[in-house]
């Protein structure tokens, strides 16, 4: 009987043995869960006045190439949108304003990384600019503090294939397309060629984007003498970038 006891004695102790170390276990688990989820607390904050007039155009681009290094790894940061909109109420302080096109294989935000309230975003075919887009510009810049002008283009991009290969939009009684397309033409003529002029000349083509987005800027200069001034007192950058499809890469020039 007495053997009995000490059987049941023993088991019991390991029966509590084994659930304390349970209960540890599950403490330790919730305890790195809890650990796991401040790390990756959700950003609800935005941009405020002071942090935008703080920064400079230099600081801003290697910021954005830091977001697009998280966007390629797949690696984006947690944002709380539904805060981060409540609060945008109040005001807004952007960074910067992108000129992208309007392919939509091109997520802005999400290629560098940022959330509401981050930064202006523009978008025209082609990413070409027009008195529209520019005043749009002056206003994000001039106005809205913005220290930074990108023209952003991109590989692959529909509007200036059609361009190289000279598609008559007006016969198919698209004007105003046709007017677009003849924007960008002059890329096409100041660009070096290696091979055939065709879009399926992926070389040229690539040269052509690049060349059109360095085009956009000197032509944004031009038409805004007000943004030539901010740039050339160090306010503000305009500059042009490519973002790459296929990598996910932006690349500035």
């Not at 006045?49 to 400079?56: D, H, L, T, V, Y």
């Not at 600019?129 to 005043?135: P, S, T, Y």
Request: charged share 25%.
């Amino acid at each position: 009987m007495k053997k009995w006891f000490k059987v049941l004695g023993i088991a019991g102790l390991a029966i509590g043995f084994v659930s304390c170390e349970g209960t540890v276990k599950k403490e330790v688990t919730t305890e790195s869960n809890d650990m796991m989820e401040v790390a990756q607390a959700p950003i609800k904050s935005i941009l405020t006045a002071e942090e935008q007039a703080g920064m400079s155009p230099d600081e801003i681009i290697g910021r954005l190439k830091k977001g697009n290094e998280n966007f390629v790894s797949n690696n984006l940061t947690q944002r709380d949108h539904s805060e981060q909109r409540r609060m945008a109420m109040i005001g807004q302080y952007p960074k910067a304003i992108v000129l992208s096109c309007v392919d939509s294989r091109v997520p802005v935000e999400d290629v560098f990384d940022l959330g509401i309230g981050d930064i202006f975003v523009a978008r025209v075919a082609g990413n070409i600019e027009n008195k529209d887009i520019v005043g749009s510009m002056e206003f994000a810049t001039a106005v809205a503090g913005s220290k930074l002008v990108i023209v952003l283009g991109h590989t692959a991009c529909g509007a200036v294939k059609h361009a190289i290969d000279n598609t008559d939009a007006a016969s198919m009684e698209m004007n105003a397309l046709q007017d677009l397309l003849n924007e960008i033409k002059p890329s096409v003529v100041a660009t070096e060629v290696n091979g055939e002029i065709s879009s399926k000349n992926e070389a040229f083509t690539n040269s052509v984007i690049k060349m059109n987005a360095i085009k956009t800027v000197e032509d944004i200069r031009i038409t805004s003498p007000k943004m030539a001034a901010l740039e050339q007192e160090g306010k503000i950058k305009i500059v042009a970038a490519v973002y790459d499809m296929a990598t996910g890469k932006v690349k500035f020039m």
